[in-house]
């Protein structure tokens, strides 16, 4: 069974620019998690999707952030214009959660951003 | 809210010797437990999990993990590291209901040396 899948998997931009981050979860996976993990922290969520919804973004900086996840499968994250601060590492993770009952999140390898 | 503390950000130790990764959290209701391992340039991975049951916890690979509710604590813990193991360890919160929204602490560096 394949794992999550992101591309690409380094990004090297200038501030102000436009950059764009996407994810395949796996199959079947009906939750579908951003999150960001900046050198030397633990991952802290943008948004989580189940299905096409976007249940909680509450983290999501909106002013340059946006994300979509239009057919309930794959997800894009987009940020533009990029802040130098913005460089971190964007992970994606999908889990199964239909019944509402627990179940493991997957991550995928993540995409590396540097802005300069 | 939830949040989680991991004591030491770095833990060098010699290979086959014991090691404790220390993590204590904080909620205001009933949470699930992780411990998350990420080897360079790669994604996390699920090490062990507590979410009722039996407050001691085993990975496949020799760790293990009480929760102890009183303490608020959920240490990480193997009697024999290899180098292999080196990588950074995530330790988790969620509460257990609405969402499953996980709290990650900052991580804990194991460097395993010769």
Redesign the interface.
């Known amino acids: 069974e394949a794992g999550?899948v992101q591309s690409p998997r380094y990004k090297i931009i200038e501030k102000k620019q436009p950059v764009a981050f996407w994810c395949n979860p796996i199959s079947g996976h009906n939750t579908l998690y951003w999150y960001r993990q900046n050198l030397?922290?633990?991952?802290?969520?943008l948004i989580?999707y189940e299905n096409e919804e976007a249940?909680?973004d509450s983290q999501l900086p909106k002013d340059r952030f946006s994300a979509e996840r239009l057919k309930g499968v794959d997800s894009t994250l987009k940020i533009q214009p990029a802040e130098l601060g913005d460089s971190a590492v964007y992970?994606c993770?999908s889990s199964n959660?239909r019944g509402g009952t627990?179940n493991?999140?997957f991550?995928?390898?993540?995409t590396r951003l540097t802005v300069l | 809210a939830q949040s989680?503390t991991q004591l030491d950000?770095q833990v060098p130790v010699f290979e086959e010797a014991p090691v404790e990764l220390r993590c204590n959290y904080s909620s205001s209701v009933s949470v699930?437990l992780f411990w998350y391992v990420q080897y360079p340039?790669?994604?996390?991975?699920?090490l062990l999990?507590y979410?009722s049951g039996s407050t001691l916890v085993e990975s496949i690979n020799g760790f293990e993990a009480e929760f102890n509710k009183s303490q608020t604590s959920f240490h990480l813990r193997k009697p024999s590291v290899h180098i292999s193991d080196t990588a950074e360890y995530?330790c988790?919160v969620?509460r257990?209901t609405g969402?499953?929204?996980?709290i990650?602490?900052?991580?804990t560096r194991l460097f395993v040396k010769a």
């Open positions: 999550v030397g922290q633990g991952p802290e969520l989580r249940v909680d992970l993770a959660n627990y493991e999140q991550f995928g390898p993540g | 989680v950000s699930y340039n790669q994604g996390l991975q699920l999990k979410l995530f988790a969620s257990n969402g499953f929204k996980t990650f602490g900052a991580g």
